[in-house]
């Protein structure tokens, strides 16, 4: 590894269309490309982490943390964080609400991390238990001959069995500058950049309807939910309101407000998506 490189890559474990409204909302310009089937890669276009605005700049492993777990809290898919500086090169692993998990390797490959850590690594990411599992741990061994650029090497190699392909180029030791040249010339490699909160709500929207629960919000299924809410709420706001019934009155009002803003919102998203 070249002591004297900095550079950082994001793998989000989700196709890029899946990946590209959540990478908005973190505020920073970054490169999307794809890194395999079931993987996409971000890589920052600027240095974060020598822009210290007054104070000292924060570490590149922090930066890069702060990143991958945001991108998991607002996702189902996990997201993978490498970085390496002068000193030392290492991973942090976010999934969900969890408590992210990573490992550090020194610059000459010295392992200062936790054994358990890989394993956690692992179950997270649904690795083999015993083929999987003995490769990394075998990255948490002294090794004379593997410097920490080769560490995360061998973490990439073990990750190509769940479909991870990092473009050429893109390799732990490189520098920022020369990682941003490397993505910018991929097929398929899209700039992200932030657009300002009202493309962030945009974003947002699209990134919920596009989901699981997208027929729900948006849709002719959302449209008939919304239909039912109104049709089952006047008679009971009626009825509620003849029996001097408080709660059944309120239940009444809150199906016809829910059922009427259902209808709004399809009306209001529909309405945006005309030219």
Known sequence: MNATSTGALLLCRADPETVRPLAHLLRE?????????????????????NEGAGQDPEP?????????TALAV????????????ADRAGFTLAAGFRRPVGYIWLTDGTPVGEDEAMRTFAVRLGLDPVLDVQALEELTRPDP??????????????????????PAGLSPGESADRLRSVAAVQRGAERIEWAGWRDAVRVELDAVESGRIG?????????????????????????????RSGGWAAAGAVLLAQGALGLAYERARAGADRP
């Open 215 to 243: 027929p729900w919000v948006r849709g002719p299924r959302a449209r008939a939910v919304a239909a039912v809410q109104l049709a089952a709420g006047l008679p009971l706001l009626l009825w509620g309101a003849r029996r």
């Open 29 to 49: 310009q970054m490169l999307l490309a794809r890194a395999g089937e079931e993987w996409s890669v971000l890589v920052p276009e600027g240095k974060p982490w």
């Open 145 to 166: 001959e593997g410097d920490a650029g080769a560490r995360l090497r061998g973490l990439l190699a073990v990750l190509t069995r769940t479909g991870l392909t990092l």
């Open 74 to 85: 607002g996702s189902t898919w996990p997201v993978l964080a490498l970085w390496w500086d």
């Open 60 to 68: 590149v492993d922090r930066v890069l943390g702060g990143w991958a």
